[in-house]
Nanobody, 126 residues
Framework: QVQLVESGGGLVQAGGSLRLSCAAS????????VGWFRQAPGKEREFVAA????????YYADSVKGRFTISRDNAKNTVYLQMNSLKPEDTAVYYC???????????????????WGQGTQVTVSS
């Protein structure tokens, strides 16, 4: 069983940048595709980005495409989410999770994911 811990959130002004990290323990993260999701107050959890086990394929929500970049360093057992040109509507708790079925898949379906971390808060002020 893999355990995930997110970090790197904080308060930033609109137009600023943050880099989130998703660190794994208990099992090597290179066995899994990984996804980032977010949940704003009063809203459903939504997909942000996903990456295959090798990092060779990525997939983004339209709302973040061109602004966010997902990457991974399997030697460090960590997946990253670089967030640039942040907007107030990006404010949410950000979660990472592993695709429990298929390391080659980039899925936006939260039902495919497990081992959710505790989340890290991102707040973008206008």
């Amino acid at each position: 069983q893999v355990q995930l811990v997110e970090s790197g959130g904080g308060l930033v002004q609109a137009g600023g940048s943050l880099r989130l990290s998703c660190a794994a323990s208990g099992r090597t993260l290179s066995d899994y595709a990984v996804g980032w999701f977010r949940q704003a107050p009063g809203k459903e959890r939504e997909f942000v980005a996903a990456i295959t086990w090798s990092g060779g394929n990525t997939y983004y929500a339209d709302s973040v495409k061109g602004r966010f970049t997902i990457s991974r360093d399997n030697a460090k057992n960590t997946v990253y989410l670089q967030m640039n040109s942040l907007k107030p509507e990006d404010t949410a708790v950000y979660y990472c999770a592993v695709d429990r079925d298929n390391g080659w898949r980039v899925s936006s379906n939260a039902a495919h994911f497990s081992s959710w971390g505790q989340g890290t808060q991102v707040t973008v002020s206008s």
